[in-house]
């Protein structure tokens, strides 16, 4: 997946306003069968899916025995010609340690693992007219399919066909627009990528890259790993309690975040809008006006939905309030920044 196809600019306006098409192939996907299956990741995720019915989609985390996080993942459960199955999608860069660390704590469960990545391919189609795109092209290989696509709410999937190729279709994304995410065999990918593209003329569709996804992303105050979500970093401080069921749970992690789930001294992830039109960088370090250091940068670009730089950062609680006015140093220059709500972005429903 490259950088840009375009412009960056170009790729994420197009999103925001028709549909952008993403080649996330990258993005690991990992199967997971067997009696003991659910047993096995009520172990391994932080987010119950002991109830989770078929066709439906979780976010959840992978915690260590510290609390921190691993990996940020989307849970599927669903079937494939083989039968009932879990589907793990796990970050490109995480991959390999996600499958190490699942593998690792599978030996006492009657569970079967698989790494379906590089025998499938994935594409997010997301923006506005996304949907209807794609129920389109789902109406042409009968009604059924098109009921299949068009009937998927918010974290749903299911199994359809899209420009005549089967796939597993989920109303997911990462760009803080509707749309959905199919996943096809790796065979099929090209096909359905041109068919896409080619029937997605009429509603502006265009080939969009790491870049636009990443100003997306971050518009949508989505984290990302590697920045916003580290090994370091637990999900209460990242604004991810939801995705943590402590309740009646044993998972790995769960001594940790039961200590941390009401730590008041911890960093807290908050959005910045910046009086300037220079952007702050990961690492870049934020100050109180005293110029004592209250925090760091972990993403920051220019928006181009709100024509200004904003960033996401971790700051001390005490200064995490919105409207607090700070600094942040851009190389050697003192910069005011405010704190706001997350996110800086949200579409009309």
């Known amino acids: 997946m490259p950088v840009q196809y375009s412009s960056i600019v170009a790729e ?10 993403f080649d996330v192939s990258h ?5 997971i069968d067997g009696p003991g299956a659910v047993d ?22 992978v915690c260590n025995p510290q609390g921190g996080i691993l990996d940020d993942i989307l849970v599927y459960r669903t079937d494939d010609a083989r039968g009932e199955c879990f589907l793990l999608v796990v970050n490109a860069g995480n991959r390999d340690k996600i499958w190490q660390w699942l593998n690792a704590h599978s030996t006492e469960f009657d569970v079967h693992l698989e790494d379906r990545t590089l025998e499938t391919a994935m594409i997010a189609v997301q923006g506005p007219a996304a949907v209807g795109l794609v129920a389109e092209l789902s109406t042409a290989t009968g009604p059924e399919s098109a009921g299949a696509v068009s009937g998927l709410t918010y974290y749903h ?13 989920s109303r997911t994304g990462y760009t803080g627009e509707d749309g959905f995410e199919l996943i096809v065999d790796a065979t099929d990918a090209v096909s359905v990528w041109a068919g896409l593209l080619d029937r997605g003329q009429h509603v ?12 997306l992303r971050l518009e949508a105050a989505m984290p990302l790993y590697g920045h916003e979500l580290t090994e370091e970093t637990n999900p209460f401080q990242a604004g991810l309690a939801f995705a943590v069921n402590l309740d009646r749970r044993d ?16 960093p807290r992830r908050v959005g910045l809008h910046l009086s300037t039109r220079r952007v702050p960088r990961e ?42 006015e700070l600094e942040v140093d851009i190389r050697g220059e003192s910069v005011a920044v405010r704190v706001v709500q997350l996110p800086f972005y949200q579409r009309k429903r």
Do not use: N
């Not at 993005?27 to 199967?31: A, E, H, K, Q, V």
């Not at 096995?40 to 985390?61: Q, W």
């Not at 998972?251 to 911890?266: C, K, N, S, W, Y």
């Open 12 to 21: 994420h306006r197009a999103t925001r306003g028709g549909v952008g098409l």
């Open 27 to 31: 993005m690991g996907r990992l199967r």
């Open 40 to 61: 096995f990741l009520e172990r391994v995720l932080t987010r119950s899916t002991a109830h989770l019915a078929a066709g439906r989609v979780r976010y959840s985390l």
């Open 157 to 169: 999937c299911g199994r359809s066909k899209v420009c005549g190729v089967a796939a597993l279709v």
């Open 204 to 215: 502006g569709a265009v080939a969009a890259g790491l870049g636009a996804r990443d100003t």
């Open 251 to 266: 998972f790995i992690g769960h001594e940790a975040l039961m200590q941390l789930h009401d730590e008041p001294r911890q």
């Open 283 to 324: 690492g870049y370090i934020v100050a109180a006006p005293s110029g004592d250091k209250v925090g760091w940068i972990t993403s920051g670009t220019h928006s181009p939905t709100l024509e200004q730089p904003i960033a996401m950062a971790y700051l001390d609680p005490a200064y995490s309030a919105v409207a607090t």
